[in-house]
């Protein structure tokens, strides 16, 4: 694509929405790999139960490395911006179920 083109992308609020969505649809994608015929409320007391859903939490933000790195290689710096609040939005998530 055109820089110009990419340059319109280059909003905070869109890295903002993209860095929330990606580990929202890795963990979707983590329970349609998972699961063995349970529902998505089956799964998710499973995994409060087991005391994995902090830990799976944690690992499904890892995708948005790959968008950061995306976005570094196109130089769309006001999107990385949005990303990185994402990530600490996520690290606030996971150390208020973390500790509460």
């Known amino acids: 694509m055109n820089k110009v083109k990419l ?3 280059n909003k905070p609020w869109i890295g903002l929405v993209a860095g929330l969505m990606f580990p929202l649809i890795s963990f979707y994608i983590y ?3 998972k699961s063995t015929n349970t529902s998505f409320t ?3 007391d499973v995994l409060k ?3 994995a859903f902090i830990p799976i939490l944690s690992l499904c933000v890892l995708p948005n490395l790959i968008l950061f790195f995306i976005c ?3 130089n769309l710096w006001y999107t990385i911006k949005g ?3 994402s990530v600490f939005l996520y690290l606030m998530l996971v150390l208020v179920l973390k500790f509460a």
């Open 83 to 85: 990303i990185v609040f």
């Open 31 to 33: 329970y349609l790999v």
């Open 49 to 51: 139960y087991g005391k």
């Open 42 to 44: 089956e799964f998710l």
């Open 7 to 9: 340059q319109k992308f």
């Open 72 to 74: 570094k290689q196109l």
